[in-house]
């Protein structure tokens, strides 16, 4: 069986209220698709029945595919555990609460290849969340490009595409997924857009952000980010093939 072209990453906590009707959306929207493709649920320690539903959703669908953590290590652990084991050119992450639109994923992607970029980016125009979420993730937002120099206007959409090839060896940190943009370009991958997608009210649960661990949080994390800028190199290399002499003196290439 050939490598779908598309792997769809989903982190996962808590989220038994949501996996089923956002697994039969992603099953709709990209079965009308050209693509081959797989979604990778990556499950970070959930203690409800998150796991007994995809465990069920896997064996009725090979499309569908799920990693578990043995433990809890966030988000940013999560989505590096899904482009170890993501097998196709193109990877989609999004959010596991039904909160990121399906329907946005091939449109994503068109963009991505159509532009040749490196990453598209989500941009949530009209955000569905409470005053407190939206206006603790315009300052993380701010102070992100502030001290990055970056000009995205939505770091903390999960909905992007971009290629696979653009995370082999970006580090993993505990909100790593805040930069992403950032960390991309430092690897050299600087074809980077952004487009506007749907972004829906959480129909059931309830979120795992808040003050302590989004907002402060992100905030000091963008002073490692901006340190590790000024360190971090990520040299490319190629090997050069000698030639070498054969028996009438002429050069030839080893194969």
């Not at 792997?7 to 996996?19: A, D, G, K, M, T």
């Not at 196709?88 to 329907?103: A, H, K, R, S, Y």
């Amino acid at each position: 069986m050939k490598n779908p072209f598309i792997s769809i990453i989903i982190p996962v906590l808590n989220e038994e209220e949501n996996v089923e009707f956002l697994s039969e959306e992603i099953t709709d929207v990209m079965n009308n698709t050209p693509w081959r493709w797989e979604c990778l649920w990556i499950d970070d320690g959930s203690k409800d029945r998150t796991v007994e539903k995809l465990t069920r959703l896997a064996a009725a669908n090979s499309a569908h595919r799920l990693i578990t953590h043995d433990r809890n290590y966030g988000q940013s652990a999560a989505l590096s555990t899904g482009f170890k084991h993501a097998r196709g050119e193109i990877l989609v992450t999004m959010d596991g609460d039904g909160q990121n639109d399906p329907q946005f994923i091939p449109v994503l992607v068109k963009e991505l290849l159509k532009n040749k970029a490196d990453l598209v980016n989500g941009w949530r125009q009209k955000r569905r969340d409470n005053i407190i979420r939206r206006l603790s993730s315009r300052i993380a937002n701010f102070y992100r490009n502030v001290l990055t120099g970056e000009k995205i206007k939505d770091v903390g959409c999960s909905l992007r595409a971009f290629k696979k090839q653009c995370v082999s060896g970006i580090p993993v940190f505990k909100g790593m997924h805040r930069f992403f943009p950032t960390l991309l370009r430092l690897a050299g991958y600087t074809r980077v857009i952004e487009i506007p997608v749907n972004h829906r009210p959480r129909k059931h649960g309830k979120t795992k952000y808040g003050i302590n661990n989004r907002l402060w949080v992100g905030i000091i994390d963008t002073f490692a980010v901006c340190w590790m800028r000024s360190r971090m190199v990520y040299p490319r290399s190629k090997e050069i093939i000698p030639f070498e002499k054969n028996s009438d003196n002429s050069k030839t290439e080893i194969q």
